[in-house]
Every structure is written in structure tokens, then in C-alpha cells.
């Protein structure tokens, strides 16, 4: 998109496997690769598989996917299916969109949950190149409802679509929390609130596109909306360069002379938190010569020990110091890294 909405162009200029593109929301992303998907349909016979996290979310999503008048104008050449008049170039049947080819019709997208790896091996076909992972990014507490391991279940999509073809994935995000469970499997660390730009990783398979695109008042009703939310937590992640999560937590770094309580892998993420009198200070380091205990066994540290449900008294001083205020990050990545551990603990 262009006149201040994204484009994807420079990212899709790097060919990566993997491709991040995240900024504040209201910025087209979705739109751009919805007439991506649209036109590769049109001129390449291409098919998108395209992913959104829970089953309700597919729903929505498909009963409005090409429904929006302006979005058919910028697209150009998608003219709905009528069935009086058997007029159109574009139909739905369920989650699935077909174009006509001529006189037949041919299905060009899928909308799916990310779960279902099962539904993905029944679509496959040579002609899909595509899958999008709209608003990938989301807050930790609903990453925390999804059921079961959500990088693991996009890997078993990502290879059911893959076989012998080349497919190459588009993850679209907003800028919700500070961290993500996908750009941590890849081990990409958090990039500070203010940067903005174009890295590579694992040489050059994926690319991230990081856009601080702040709304601009145009109208009247525009500042209106703005000094409404000025100063508030939900303004500072629409108006400033903040993550939704972030503000929301005692940022200090552990003094001098604080003391190991414990060092976890947890889900995947390093936590170190020391203690220094009442006070609790967590980092996103571990001193790997020391005992690590992990969420599941992962034969990663020389001393690693698996931590269960009967353990969970042994927290019993953090998570007062929880109730009274006294824990304390170092950033808003660790803030977020322990927010999984603190629902194990039931807080």
C-alpha cells in the first residue's frame, strides 16, 4: 500500500523463509497481502494459506475477509460472486475463497486455525507458496490461553505445506508485547520500543521489518480521540513508541551482592531472579555452571533440573513478595518472560 500505508515491497525484496513485519495497527498490512493473495491468484494461479491463532478468530475473520467495499476498490479486478446473477470472479464456500478461471473455479485461499496441521495436509498442493500469519503478535495473556505449543504447531504446518515445494511464510503483527515466542525459537532478542528499520537472521532466511508508524491527528475527531487517551497506558501503545505491554511493572536491575534464588528456562526463555534482602529481581540471563531449572526437560544445561507441580511451595517467599509488590525486572522482555511462571505459581 502507499499514501502513508505499508508496502511490502523492501521486505519481499530479501526472499526470506521467514518474514516479520510488525507496527501499530491501522497500517494495511493485512490489506496489502490480502490483494497479494488476490492477485498471485489472478495472474500466477498461486494459493495462501492464511493462519489466525483460535477457531473463533477464524470465523470472524472469514465471514468479513474480502466483505469491505474499499478494500474491493483497492483491490481493482475482485468482483464478488452474485448467485442470481452468476456474475463475479470471487466466491466463499466456508473458510475456503475461489477464483474463476475462465469458466472454472479454482480455490485460492484458505483461512485455518493454527492448530490444525491436520487440515493443512488436506490442502496440500503444489500451487500453495504462501502462508500469512495475521496478528501473530498478541498480548501474554493470550498467548498463555492457546492450548498446547504454538511455534511447534506452526512448524508442523510450515513442513505439511512445504513437502517438496517452496513455501515461504509472512507473519503480520502488531506491536502488542515486547516479545514473541517465534522470534525468541529463532533466537532473536527483543529490539529496543524506538527502533525501527530492516534486519536478517540465520543468513538471510528471515527478515524483520519493525514500523513505527504513531497515527497522525487529520481531523477534529482525531484529537479528540487522542486527548481522551493521552497519558493513559492504552494511549501510550496507540500514540508512543510502547509495546501494550509495557509500563506495567517495577523496572530495576539487581544491586550489587543479590543472591541466586532460582534460574529457569521457561518455555523456552532464560529467567534468572535474585533476591536481595525482601526484595526479588529478575534478568533474562542464567549462569549456565549453575542449576537451571526448565518447564520440560530440554538436556541443555550441564546441571538442569525438571521443576513439577509439588515444587511449587518452594516459591512460597516470591510469590509473597509477588503480593507485596517487592519483584522487580530489569526490562520489559523478562518482564514478560515471567509472566508464564507466575501463572504456574497461580499469580
Known sequence: MTNGYFHASKILSYNALFSFIISNRNYGKTWGFKKRAWVRAKKKHKKTIWIRRFKKEVKECSATFFASKDLIQFIGTLVPYNPETKKGNCKQIGNTFYIKHGKRWEWFLKIMTLSDANAMRSADDVAVDTIIFDEFTTTPERYRRYRGNEVGDFCDMFFSAKREHQVYCYFLGNNESVSSPYLTYFGIKPLPMTWEGLRTYRKGSIALQK??????????????????????????????????????????????????????????????????????????????????????????????????????????????ALSDNRVYYDNAATFEAVLPFRQWLGC
Open 211 to 320: 514500523i513505527n508508524n504513531k497515527p497522525k491527528a487529520k481531523t477534529e475527531y482525531d484529537d479528540k480521540v487522542k486527548n481522551a487517551f493521552m497519558g493513559t497506558a492504552y494511549g501510550d501503545y496507540i500514540y508512543k513508541d510502547t509495546y501494550r505491554t509495557g509500563g506495567k511493572f517495577n523496572g530495576r536491575k539487581p544491586p550489587k551482592g543479590a543472591i541466586t534464588f532460582v534460574q529457569l528456562n521457561w518455555q523456552g526463555v532464560e529467567i534468572s531472579i535474585k533476591v536481595d534482602g525482601t526484595n526479588y529481581y529478575c534478568t533474562g540471563t542464567v549462569d549456565k555452571t549453575q542449576p537451571v531449572w526448565c518447564s520440560q526437560n530440554l538436556h541443555k544445561y550441564a546441571n538442569e533440573k525438571l521443576l513439577v507441580k509439588s515444587q511449587k511451595r518452594l516459591f512460597t517467599s516470591f510469590v509473597n
